[in-house]
């Protein structure tokens, strides 16, 4: 049945000949076409699956002889992976509680006062998100040294929260303009001042806006390995993006399924937050405060 | 009066005190200090590394004498081209096409996989392409079971293996973006054409593509400076390697300033990157600049 349809579009004389069809019919071609594309995108992540169910694993993607969990319980050691997740915690929360409270207090007077500064403000900001972050890392390792801040927690995410800060004033700030001023306007009348009314007014009111803004932050911080890499140097410090590397960089060769393991455990948590969000605020919500300004 | 105005007027904008602060010290600071380390010899360790010199244009003498630095410079164009505009750009567009045209739950389900990439911690990715791409990994599985050759890829064709790790790993991006355009198109003006007698290509080449060019050349902007900072992809695959085949300039700034101990040329390096960057940066802005025009 299918053939015929398809030669039929194929052919260049189809022209006013050409009825719309109805909707599942030309459908199929495309599904099979997206479900190769689909199945190449999975394919690396299936290894990653069977490798940690399986003991003897290695580099090849293969069912598991028999199914283990004995790779989780081998790397779900304090040492080896609870301390690290809970530095990447401390460091991903950290960094996006900073970088939100700086964006909120710096959206408020870009979104509600009129001035020629807001406009030249926002583009120099919009090309701090254009930075190359791994451009600067060599130059910020050479500041570290001379402040004296390396292997620093608080430094570095200060720094963090600094590269996540342009994106986070542009999302924050349209999030901001999209609640209206006349609600404040009565808070005022009754005597609060500019913040009270950001507090009890605004804030609440874009709460949903600013969950994204931390989770996008967050899922930043938490997936980052360059910048914790070559600022945290001391093994208690590093959050598990780096002692991942570190430690499998050495063993790895003969650890394959802890690696996989470890990689799952450490990946679940971004993986459940960024469901939240897709499934919270939609795709294209999120993308329009983060692409369009 | 007009003092007391000027010091209200400023005083409203204290809220942007702690983001400007940020900004300045922990973005601003790093790219002024490369460039003037960049000039100078400081050293990692040792005695440049408390008391630099200032060489002149020395280190970007060297760059042009080095021959690793046009090979560099050579690689990482390759590898934005290869793996942003065309490989991310195209598969993200040929993606959002299909989705509109394919079953919900298959567009749904494929999508997810594709996003799944993306969301991953850059390690774990880097990781799952490294085994995905290794000489008995899955696809030498794919390309044995075909009966075709097995080639150790990241030792035989280092560039070929992290061109399309990266757009594995960053083909999402383009997708939505390119979903959100598709979506903005009103479905009256495909209606029409069809009814014209345009085929699918026509349609595409004639109509969608010209309605989406604002969101391609924004698209183009953003993954091309996405993908001049890769560095993770690289660094967990090949470590720029066998013999610089795949040192792409990330790696190489980090190489000469870590592995060598020569901050000066490695900022001198990483100066050469954020000048790229800025170029495109400032491209970004005067199209989104026009866009609102």
């Known amino acids: 049945m299918t053939a015929p349809a398809r030669a039929s579009r194929v052919a260049p004389s189809s022209g006013t000949a050409n009825p719309v069809r109805p909707r599942d019919r030309r459908s199929s071609p495309a599904d099979v076409a997206l479900l190769v594309l689909g199945a190449c995108f999975v394919l690396p992540l299936l290894w990653l699956v069977l490798a940690s169910l399986d003991a003897g694993a290695g580099h090849e993607t293969k069912v598991p002889a028999a199914l283990t969990l004995d790779n989780f319980a081998a790397v779900l050691t304090p040492g080896l992976l609870l301390q690290p997740l809970w530095n990447s915690l401390l460091l991903s929360a950290g960094t996006a509680t900073v970088t939100m409270a700086a964006a909120v207090l710096a959206a408020y007077p870009l979104s509600r006062y009129r001035s020629r500064f807001n406009t030249p403000f926002m583009y120099a900001v919009l090309l701090g998100t254009c930075l190359p972050i791994t451009a600067i890392m060599v130059p910020v390792y050479g500041l570290f040294v001379q402040l004296e801040l390396l292997d620093s927690v608080p430094a570095t995410m200060l720094f963090m929260a600094a590269t996540a800060l342009p994106m986070a004033i542009w999302m924050t700030r349209n999030f901001m303009d999209a609640v209206p001023v006349s609600l404040e306007e009565a ?57 991942i590397f570190s430690f499998f960089g050495q063993h790895g060769a003969v650890a394959y399924g802890q690696l996989a393991a470890f990689s799952i455990l450490y990946s679940l948590p971004v993986l459940a937050l960024y469901v939240i969000v897709a499934r919270g605020a939609g795709n294209s919500f999120a993308m329009s405060g983060a692409v369009r300004g | 009066m007009p003092a007391r105005l000027r010091g209200r007027g400023l005083l409203r904008y204290l809220p942007l005190l702690p983001a400007v602060l940020l900004l300045l010290v922990f973005l601003a600071g790093p790219v002024f200090w490369a460039f003037q380390a960049s000039f100078t010899n400081t050293g990692l360790t040792g005695r440049h590394a408390r008391n630099p010199e200032w060489v002149g244009l020395d280190n970007y003498q060297r760059l042009l004498l080095d021959p690793v630095f046009p090979l560099s410079l050579g690689l990482t164009v390759l590898f934005v081209a290869g793996s942003a505009v065309l490989g991310q750009n195209l598969l993200g567009l040929a993606l959002a096409v299909l989705m509109r045209r394919a079953r919900r739950s298959v567009s749904a389900l494929v999508g997810t996989a594709v996003v799944a990439a993306w969301v991953l911690p850059e390690i774990v990715a880097a990781f799952a392409a490294y085994a995905y791409f290794s000489r008995d990994g899955t ?66 080449a004639f109509i969608t593509l010209p309605m989406i060019r604002r969101s391609i050349a924004t698209n183009l902007m953003l993954i091309t400076l996405q993908t001049l900072a890769v560095f993770t992809l690289v660094w967990v695959m090949t470590a720029g390697g066998p013999a610089n085949a795949s040192t792409t300039l990330p790696v190489l700034a980090y190489q000469e300033a870590f592995k060598f101990g020569d901050i000066g040329y490695g900022t001198a390096v990483a100066s050469v990157l954020l000048l790229i960057g800025a170029v495109f940066g400032v491209g970004y802005i005067r199209l989104l600049r026009e866009e609102k025009q």
């Open chain 1, 187 to 243: 808070a005022w009348v009754d005597g609060a001042s500019r913040m009270t009314a950001l507090r009890t007014i605004v804030l609440p009111l874009m709460r949903q806006g600013l969950g994204v803004v931390f989770i996008f932050v967050f899922i930043q911080a938490w997936g980052n390995f360059f910048v914790p890499f070559v600022l945290l140097l001391s093994e208690a410090k590093q959050p598990a993006a780096v002692s």
């Open chain 2, 139 to 204: 696809l030498n599985q794919l390309l044995g079971g075909l009966g075709m050759g097995r080639p150790d890829w990241l030792y035989s064709w280092p560039m070929v293996a992290v061109v399309l790790a990266n757009v594995w790993r960053g083909t999402a991006f383009s997708m939505l973006v390119y979903r959100a355009a598709l979506n903005d198109i009103p479905t009256e003006v495909a209606e029409a054409a069809q009814v014209d007698g345009a085929g699918g290509w026509q349609r595409l």
